[in-house]
């Protein structure tokens, strides 16, 4: 039995738009899936997941001598430079937190449209009354993401948004709304990857390094805002966070170094209801591909 089921369901077939959506990375999907699946392939990733070796390939990646692996990952990954505000770089970290040029990731200003933080692949999960959630049929507690009793309650019933970011992503991300933000928090811990194939075999959202903001929002109750470190992202870069600052929707938070990684929104409880198609593709298994700054939901009360 599922731990929260959705609250209401429709089969696959209902769908019949899902049969032109084609699964991407399925040669990584195959390979993660094999190595997690199989005790001698968890023997091999161990090292791997630790936080020294991304600090290591970051040394690397934040020198000149990466600066040739730029063009074949920007062709091979179909990133185009024309909206960078830059075109030259000094390594490929540089190039991989490329900012945009303003305007390039429009977002609405109605107060009540919630928008992504981030370029992703987006999928919303109900949190229950008792605090669980189960993403990808693993099951979470808000009190082991959060190791903060207290605040785990104020999001039980409420809604999780999960940004999945690829490489090919943009990997800088934004505050959603105007509000006043609180110092962040810092939980250190490992480095799994955070392609789905993992999460089937290792709580990966209780065990990687995460860093996690509240935001008193305008129009959204509450948010928490998680950013989470993925193999090869031991680096997560916010901007200097204090408490009762002040900041604007559109207005950007930080950005990941290499790799993949994952950004959570949680909202509470009837604060934000996901858009419908989100919500619907979400229940079927399936990640919505979002921009930053595109509408994602809307402020009111579930039904």
């Not at 309650?153 to 990997?171: C, I, P």
């Not at 591909?289 to 595109?294: A, D, F, K, P, S």
Request: proline residues 4%; glycine residues 6%; contains cysteine.
């Amino acid at each position: 039995m599922r731990l929260c089921a959705y609250p209401y369901r429709k089969e696959r077939e209902n769908y019949p738009e899902l049969d032109l959506i084609r699964e991407e990375n399925d040669f990584q999907d195959r390979f993660l899936r094999m190595v997690y699946s199989h005790a001698a392939g968890r023997v091999i990733m161990r090292p791997l997941v630790q936080p020294v070796v991304s600090r290591v390939a970051g040394c690397f990646l934040d020198s000149r001598w990466s600066v040739p692996l730029i063009a074949p990952f920007a062709k091979k990954n179909h990133i185009s430079l024309n909206e960078c505000e830059k075109k030259q770089f000094v390594s490929f970290n540089d190039f991989f937190a490329r900012k945009l040029k303003s305007g390039a990731r429009p977002f609405s200003d109605v107060p009540g449209d919630f928008i992504s933080p981030c370029d992703a692949r987006l999928t919303v999960y109900p949190i229950c009354e008792n605090g669980k959630f189960e993403i990808k049929n693993t099951e979470y507690t808000l009190e082991q993401l959060l190791r903060d009793r207290k605040l785990a309650k104020r999001y039980q019933g409420g809604t999780l948004f999960l940004f999945r970011l690829s490489v090919d992503d943009y990997h800088r991300y934004l505050f959603v709304d105007d509000g006043v933000c609180t110092a962040e928090r810092r939980i250190d811990g490992l480095l799994h990857t955070v392609n789905p194939a993992a999460n089937d075999y290792r709580p990966i959202y209780k065990e990687n390094t995460r860093t996690y903001t509240l935001l008193r929002s305008a129009n959204f109750g509450t948010l928490l805002q998680m950013e989470v470190g993925a193999m090869m992202v031991g680096k997560i870069v916010n901007e200097n966070i204090n408490a009762k600052r002040r900041v604007l929707r559109g207005e950007e938070k930080g950005y990941f170094a290499f790799g993949g990684s994952t950004i959570l929104v949680l909202t509470q409880k009837g604060k934000v209801v996901p858009e419908k198609r989100i919500w619907n593709y979400s229940r079927l298994g399936i990640e919505t591909r979002v921009r930053q700054g595109e509408t994602v939901g809307s402020a009111g009360k579930t039904e």
